[in-house]
């Protein structure tokens, strides 16, 4: 039997890559249902959505991936989805590996995983400062777990129904990836990661900057250390 899945895409300001993400998906994962959350997109997102008719989610104002990324949790679970996979809006990730990262989930050896771009070091592998960042990442959440993850964080993951489930009570607010990885170890859930090829962003900007990694990093770190207190 097989299992209902949704795709959970969260996009900010993406309307130069929506449609063709969305194309990927229908070609590659066509039997999967789709959601895109806006998250006030503040160009032409919703207006293709809306033409394409393509099933969303628009948030009233830009409320940061976190929330918006819950946002899709929480219908997941209102809808007894059984497995949630998250795609980034801006076209970095290949559709084409979804089958690869549900299969463990259903064979029943993982309740998450994650889709890494450090395992087989193919494709595009981001810019040296943020591998440097993605490193010391690495080394923190594996210093308060004792569980080593290459690509800690990598948006393109899938979850079980226990996960979607925690996911829709509860999720970090900002840059979630890692706190999520040390939220759900504290919780006992096995995550695995599979190795897969990230794309460039070709077109559009990202929201992350010099002055937003540097908070990126304060905050991650200092989330981490929190929760593993709480633990």
Not at 152 to 157: C, E, V, W
Request: proline letters at 5%; aromatic letters at 8%; zero cysteines.
């Amino acid at each position: 039997m097989s299992k209902r899945i949704l795709i959970i895409i969260p996009a900010y300001n993406e309307q130069e890559n929506i449609a063709s993400v969305i194309d990927n998906l229908k070609k590659e994962a066509p039997s999967d249902d789709v959601l895109v959350i806006n998250d006030g997109s503040s160009d032409h997102t919703l207006a293709i959505l809306k033409e394409r008719h393509i099933p969303h989610i628009n948030l009233p104002y830009n409320m940061g991936i976190g929330t918006t990324v819950q946002t899709g949790y929480k219908y997941a679970a209102s809808k007894g989805y059984e497995i949630a996979v998250q795609v980034d809006g801006d076209g970095q990730h290949d559709a084409s590996y979804i089958k690869s990262l549900v299969e463990p989930i259903l064979a029943g050896e993982a309740q998450v995983v994650i889709g890494s771009r450090y395992i087989n070091k193919s494709g595009f592998q981001s810019s040296f400062f943020r591998r440097m960042g993605i490193r010391y990442l690495s080394w923190l959440i594996g210093l308060t777990t004792g569980q080593s993850f290459t690509d800690p964080t990598s948006g393109f993951r899938a979850v079980n129904k226990e996960v979607i489930a925690l996911f829709a009570q509860r999720y970090p607010p900002d840059y979630p990836e890692p706190e999520a990885l040390v939220m759900l170890a504290r919780k006992g859930f096995i995550t695995k990661e599979i190795p897969v090829e990230m794309k460039e962003r070709a077109l559009g900007k990202s929201s992350i900057n010099p002055m937003s990694a540097i908070y990126y990093m304060i905050k991650v770190t200092l989330a981490i250390i929190i929760d593993k207190m709480r633990g």
